[in-house]
């Protein structure tokens, strides 16, 4: 599984990259094996305003399935990323269940 993480106008330090990198290791890892690319993008909607505005945006690339996109906005990147890696673990679930569900019912 390649993590690629960019950042548009918050920093990234190497605390907050590692939580990133473990976060998605442990969504993702019961399906490593069907994951090609993620896409990690952090942004400060509002810049120094403050409020919720920490966003983060995970792009998944399941192979020969399709890809899945997960938002969150929160007032702490750590908030964001953690609730975005849960969401995103049940929504690669769903997809690769409902692609096997879709082949099963061909093939009967």
Known sequence: MDITIISRN???GPRLRQLIEKRLHFAL???SDLLGSV???FSDINGPRGGVNKHCRIVVDVESIGTVVIRETDKTLSKAITRAASRLSQSVSRLIKKRQLSHRRKAA
Request: no cysteine; glycine share 0%.
């Open 39 to 41: 896409k990690v993008t």
């Open 10 to 12: 918050v920093s990234i």
């Open 29 to 31: 890892h019961r399906f």
